[in-house]
């Protein structure tokens, strides 16, 4: 779906664009606390939110792409409440739903509607952040948080996403929640992260600082990395061995895959022995200060994660390749694949997928 023509075709109508979503139909269905939704279920909430956005006094100067991003945002940005939503001790409550609905819209967007990825993660970004702008003064380290989002996010839609969320709801404390997020605004711009993301003086200071090191932002340390490891990341059949070969020629590969069919392994299986032979063979090139290629999906964070700390801890530099297609041709792919991949499983593994986040791109 090209969603900046449907948009434009529907003239930005709700009623006419949720006729194209239909989970939105299940937004009807769910509860929120009426102390800070008064306005009634997440389907009355969002037509009011989207309502909000058109009457934005910004939104004639944005960009049309910016318009597209930030209204699509608005229509999915409680898209996690469909599934976290339960009443706990009389309230109502939807633990985690910002997360967990950025990842419930990148599924849609890629299986469903095959939205462009920029677009598609631009929108993901706001979903996972919406909350931010209210919430922001309550975190631990208000400048990391900031400036961590605005590597990812557009922070001037984020701050307008924001108050059309709570102009788009009843509730007895609106006026001094707008003015935490007209703060919000205010306090990215005193960081140099509203605009775009924060400018570091060299990459390694950047890295160091958002892997959460005791770094001031403003240093510039000294980058004495002297080797790379390269991660491949991406959905079974996305094309990461074709890039290796045409891309990183005469560079040692670390092949999970490969592992499995040496030691007759199936996917579904024993992941713990091809990961300990995977992890053996890594660390005999890093010893070496020897640059390789760790070639899986590498889909969820927490294993990117244990690659991370391990190469940096041996003065590797870390750099992500993430290689996509659209659905439909990896499901053509995989249809004439020898070691055919369950449907079931491919769908599993979108529907869990973590996008890279800002610090794990060293």
């Known amino acids: 779906m090209n969603i900046e023509k449907f948009l434009r075709e529907k003239n930005y109508n709700f009623k006419d664009i949720v006729e194209e979503f239909k989970v939105i139909d299940k ?46 945002a608005a ?17 109502i409550i939807s633990p985690k739903h910002a997360v967990k609905g950025a990842k419930m819209f990148r599924y849609l967007a890629y299986r469903e ?4 990825k920029s677009i598609r993660e631009e929108i993901a970004a706001l979903i996972r952040y919406h909350g931010l702008p209210l919430y922001f003064i309550e975190k631990e380290d208000i ?46 711009e005193e960081l140099a992260c509203f605009y775009g993301p924060k400018k570091f003086n060299n990459d390694y200071t950047r890295f160091l600082y958002l892997t959460g090191n005791k770094v001031y932002p403003g240093a510039e340390i000294f980058d004495n990395r002297s080797f790379e490891v390269v991660i491949m990341m991406g959905l079974p059949l996305a094309g990461k061995d074709t890039y290796i070969k045409c891309n990183l020629k005469g560079v040692k590969v670390i092949s999970l895959d490969d592992i499995r069919e040496e030691l007759n392994i199936s996917p579904s299986k024993d992941f713990g022995k091809v990961g300990a032979v995977a992890f053996s063979k890594a660390k005999e090139y890093l010893r070496k200060k020897e640059s390789f290629v760790w070639n899986a999906t590498n889909l969820r964070r927490e294993n990117r994660q244990k690659l991370i700390r391990l190469c940096t801890s041996y003065g590797a530099k870390v750099k992500f390749v993430y290689l996509e297609v659209p659905y439909r ?15 079931k499983v491919i769908d599993n593994m979108i529907k869990n997928m973590d996008m890279l986040e800002a610090e794990e791109i060293c």
């Open 27 to 72: 937004f009807k269905e769910v509860k929120q606390n009426p102390k800070f939704h008064g306005e009634g279920n997440v389907y009355e909430h969002t037509r009011l939110v989207c309502s909000e956005v058109l009457k934005l006094e910004e939104w004639e100067g944005l960009e049309n792409r910016e318009k597209v991003i930030l209204y699509t």
């Open 75 to 91: 229509l999915f940005h409680d898209i996690g409440k469909v599934i976290t939503t339960r009443e706990e001790d009389g309230q």
């Open 329 to 343: 041709e990896l499901i053509l792919r995989n249809n004439k694949r020898e070691r055919y991949v369950p449907i």
């Open 143 to 188: 400048d990391y948080q900031l400036i961590k989002a605005a590597e990812s996010t557009n922070m001037k839609l984020l701050y307008l996403l924001g108050k059309c969320d709570l102009l788009g709801r009843y509730c007895e404390d609106k006026l001094a929640l707008l003015e935490r997020v007209f703060y919000f605004k205010t306090y990215a």
């Open 113 to 116: 509607y095959e939205f462009d």
